[in-house]
């Protein structure tokens, strides 16, 4: 431990148009669509937390004021609340303005994930940092976090984590190219190639530890895969060629990973979400049984 400069910093890019779920999009971010009632960035924000990272950084875009206002303070709700005497919806609140220091900055337009990142530089200076997708959930993350951090301990540069899919999801992720040594090693990276294209069945997962030269890469990384400034490309470009930044390593452990930024995929996160709570998940499960065998009929 200790033999690389600390990570304190965790950058959470949500800034995105969310197109697929227009119009629900057009004035709250994606990230703020609610899974059962808790929306999909706060599960997030709550990760980077329990991880370790100490310095939250939220990449906001057009549509930002419902992000900004989720993890300010209410005093009046807070104080309708404390009337009514709710103290269980209270004391979720009280967590909310607990959260230590989370700051904002402001993408001015949405020219991809990479340049969200780029908006990071500032904020972050020299210091190597976390990414985490503000519309991937991770479960469980803690265990994907300290292999992450245990890599990056040992061999510094970036650590990616992976997930094996199958061929039919190749191009919709991030596809590394790797190798085994006494961890994985990533050489090269393409974003959402075809099948053909693709160099293994690897996919990026949203949840990155990047060193600070990916700011300067992502300067000069022309446009990419949809036209915007892919981070798969920048990360490639210094997988490719250790002396600029040190090596990208990977790790993949067994988690699950909810995309609450497709609409099947949060439409299934939202029911198994619903029936794993304690409170509702009884009576929601009972309803779900016997709505689906009425779709047999
Ligand atoms: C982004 C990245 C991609 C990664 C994916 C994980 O794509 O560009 O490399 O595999 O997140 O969720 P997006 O889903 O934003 O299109």
Redesign the pocket.
Known sequence: MGKQPPLKHAVIPAA?LGTRFLPATKAIPKEMLPLVDKPAIQYVVEEAYSAGFTDLLLITGHNKGALIDHFLQSPELEQTLHARGDQERLGSLQKLNMLPSLHTVRQESARG?GDAVLTAAEHVGDSPFAVL?G??LIEPSDLLWKKMVQVYEEFGGCVLALMEVPDSEVS????AKVTYESEMRVHD?V??PTKADAPSNL????RYILSPEIFSILRHTSTG??GEV???DAIATLARDERIAGPVHAVTAEVR?F?T?DRLSYLKTVVEFATRREDLGPEFTTWLKGYIRGLND
């Open positions: 995105g994930l997708l519309d991937d919709k992720y991030g596809i990276l974003e959402k996919a990026i997962i949203g895969k949809g892919q981070l798969t990973r995309d930024g």
